[in-house]
């Protein structure tokens, strides 16, 4: 089964940079999502759900199969990940 | 003032800042220098040098408590992980900033 | 020179309560303040950013600057969120009705 996996950035966070460069590295299909350069008409509702999730304004919050992680931390990813070669 | 004269005066300031407060600058270079770019840039956008790790809201007194350097405002959790968020800043005795992972405040 | 210095600055009565006046004695950026009739003398520049502090507002002995928020006691210098961090304070004395800063080793 392939992993569902979205990341939740800022366009202007390294850490962010680094979290998206890790799963393209890792040959993961990711969706990633620049919250701060979103058109206004969308941006709230999108931080919003940011929020939620992570529970505070830190960047990047990856989604794993539903799971949170908040933060670049491939421990946390590698946990989360089921797909293949994991 | 152009953005490598500010990146410099903002290493100045928050020298002075951080120093007392049992931190310094990140021996990662690069990431220190990328960091700050983005400051100055969100400076000359939206006139305070933001974090660029963390998202502003609409009220201004949560987004003053994510101007850099903002350890002040977030000090127990970024001593547990002895980096700020960003990290541009690590606790003092710290020579391998590559080694703190981020996590969030009720984590540990 | 060096050693104290008292320098005179403007009258006492300038200072209301509640208000914070710069004075520049010596060429120092300092700011007087009075709290429930007691005169204080801190540094005028924030140990954030260095933004003068003086369009900053005054709630009881709490001063916050204008920029970015900082708070500080005026009486102490302390900043509210990590009492490591002050801004300078200084004494006063008021002769003749002229408030006098004391300069260290100006
Ligand atoms: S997390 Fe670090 S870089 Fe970001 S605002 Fe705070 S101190 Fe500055
Ligand atoms: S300069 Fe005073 S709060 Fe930033």
Known sequence: ?86 | MGTAERKESLRYLYDKVVDPLGFKFTPDAALAEELLEQEVKLEQDLGAPYCPCQMRSRVRGEDMRIVCPCIPFHRAHFDKMKRCWCGLFVHKDVTDPDSLPQFPPDEE | MSGPRWVPTIDDAKVRDGACVPVYPKGVGVLLVRVDGKLHAVANKCVHMACPLEGGKLEGATLTCPCHDWRFDVRSGEFLDAPELRIATFATKVEDGKVLVELKGA
């Not at chain 1, 979290?19 to 941006?43: H, R």
């Not at chain 1, 529970?55 to 990047?60: A, N």
């Not at chain 1, 794993?64 to 990813?77: A, C, D, R, S």
């Open chain 1, 1 to 86: 089964m392939a992993d569902e996996v979205t990341v939740y950035a800022l366009s202007t966070c390294p850490w962010c940079r680094k979290t998206k460069q890790w799963f393209a590295d890792s040959k993961i299909e990711f969706e990633a999502i620049d919250v701060d350069t979103l058109p206004d008409s969308q941006q709230d509702e999108v931080a919003d759900k940011a929020y939620a999730l992570s529970g505070g304004r830190r960047f990047p919050v990856v989604v794993i199969n539903g799971e949170v992680i908040v933060g670049f931390n491939p421990e946390k990813f590698l946990e989360h990940l089921q797909g293949a070669g994991w």
